[in-house]
């Protein structure tokens, strides 16, 4: 009977140990905070800025480097690069 209790315990360390490190993934990395609208109406010729705060969720220092994104991204998702 001792042995079973033992057993359990086991499979349910085994089974927290395994859940915690996806519950971590699920984390972003970064956040995204906008400061400015992020939905705008631009004229021809016109130009318009979105400017975001950019927060590191990890404990450990990162570099982030952005580069502008020219071009017409309406109702699109914008390229990542990786």
């Known amino acids: ?16 140990l395994l ?9 972003p990395l ?6 400015t609208p992020v939905a705008l ?7 318009a800025q979105v400017q975001y705060a950019v927060y590191n969720q990890s404990s450990r220092g990162k570099v982030l480097i952005m ?4 071009g017409d991204y309406s109702n699109q998702s914008l390229p990542v690069a990786r």
């Not at 009977?1 to 927290?16: S, V």
């Open 1 to 16: 009977m001792q042995g079973r209790t033992r057993y359990q315990q086991l499979l349910k360390w085994l089974c927290c």
């Open 19 to 27: 859940t915690v490190p996806s519950l971590y993934a699920a984390t």
């Open 30 to 35: 970064w956040v995204f905070v906008p400061q």
């Open 41 to 47: 109406t631009v004229a021809p010729g016109e130009t």
């Open 67 to 70: 580069q502008p994104i020219k």
